[in-house]
C-alpha cells in the first residue's frame, strides 16, 4: 500500500511539471564532464632528462669505446586534441598531435674542448590518451604514441662533423589534468596538466665523419620527460540538459 502512494506521489509531481506555465525558465547546471570534451588546444614547458649511450666501433665493427652522458634543460611545446566520450560513462579519449621545442645538447667531452654527442633540435608526436574522470574536476589518463627526434649528430675531433637526422620512436605515459569549472581563458574552459613520458628512440648512425674516418659512432638515446601545461577546450560550454524551474 505505502509503495502504491509512493507512486501515486510521484505521478502527480510529474503531471504537475508538464503543466507548468510557459514562462517556467530552463536553468542549465554546469557539466563539469565538458571541460574534458572536444577540441584542445594545449601549452607546456617540459624538463627532459635524455640519457645517452654512444658506441664507436671499427670499421670491422669491433667496440672501440662506449661513452654514457646525460643532461637535462628546458622545453616548450604546444598540443591539439579531439576529446571525447565514447562511452558517455566518464572515460575520455583523445587522439593528439604535439611538437616541442627541444635545445637539447647531450656531449661527452675530451681534452682540449673536443666531444662527441647529438643535439635535439624537435619533436613531433602523434598518439592517443584515454583516462577516466575520478572526479568532478579531476582527469587520469595514460598514453601513448609514436614520432620523431629531429637530431645532430655531431663529432668534433680534430676537425669539425655533423650530420643532421630524423630518429622515430616510440613513448608512454601518463598525467593527472584539473579542471575546475570557473576556469577559463579567453572565455572559453581550460584546465592545468602534469604529465610523465619516456620516450624510446631508434639508433642513429654516423659512419666514418670526416673528423674521425677510421671509426663507426652509433647513439642509443631515451627521454624521461616531466611537463607543465595548461588546456584551453573549444568545444561545449559546459551546459547539460535543462532543468525546469519556475
Known amino acids: 500500500m505505502l509503495a502504491k502512494l509512493y507512486c501515486a506521489a510521484g505521478l502527480a509531481a510529474s503531471a504537475l511539471l508538464l503543466a507548468s506555465p510557459a514562462s517556467a525558465q530552463e536553468i542549465y547546471l554546469p557539466n563539469r564532464e565538458a571541460f574534458f570534451t572536444g577540441v584542445a588546444l594545449s601549452i607546456l614547458m617540459g624538463k627532459p632528462d635524455g640519457h645517452q649511450e654512444a658506441d664507436e666501433k671499427t670499421l670491422g665493427g669491433v667496440l672501440n669505446n662506449k661513452f654514457l652522458d646525460s643532461h637535462d634543460p628546458l622545453e616548450i611545446g604546444a598540443a591539439i586534441s579531439y576529446n571525447f566520450m565514447p562511452w558517455n560513462n566518464g572515460i575520455v579519449v583523445a587522439p593528439f598531435a604535439e611538437f616541442d621545442w627541444t635545445d637539447l645538447s647531450v656531449k661527452h667531452m675530451f681534452a682540449g674542448g673536443q666531444f662527441l654527442g647529438t643535439r635535439s633540435n624537435w619533436i613531433t608526436t602523434f598518439g592517443a590518451k584515454a583516462g577516466i574522470i575520478v572526479a568532478p574536476s579531476v582527469l587520469v589518463y595514460g598514453l ?27 613513448t608512454l605515459g601518463g ?21 610523465y613520458q619516456h620516450h624510446w628512440w631508434n639508433d642513429a648512425h654516423f659512419n666514418q665523419p670526416a673528423s674521425s674516418p677510421a671509426f663507426n659512432y652509433t647513439f642509443k638515446r631515451d627521454d624521461d620527460v616531466f611537463k607543465l601545461g595548461l588546456n584551453i577546450y573549444f568545444g561545449d560550454s559546459g551546459r547539460t540538459a535543462p532543468v525546469i524551474a519556475k
Do not use: C, H, M
Not at 148 to 153: G, H, P, S, V
Open 175 to 195: 598525467g593527472i589534468e584539473y579542471a575546475p569549472s570557473n576556469w577559463r581563458l579567453f572565455g572559453k574552459p581550460a584546465s592545468a596538466f602534469f604529465q
Open 144 to 170: 601513448a604514441g609514436g614520432g620523431w627526434l629531429n637530431q645532430d649528430l655531431n663529432v668534433n675531433f680534430a676537425t669539425s662533423a655533423s650530420r643532421n637526422v630524423n630518429t622515430p620512436g616510440f
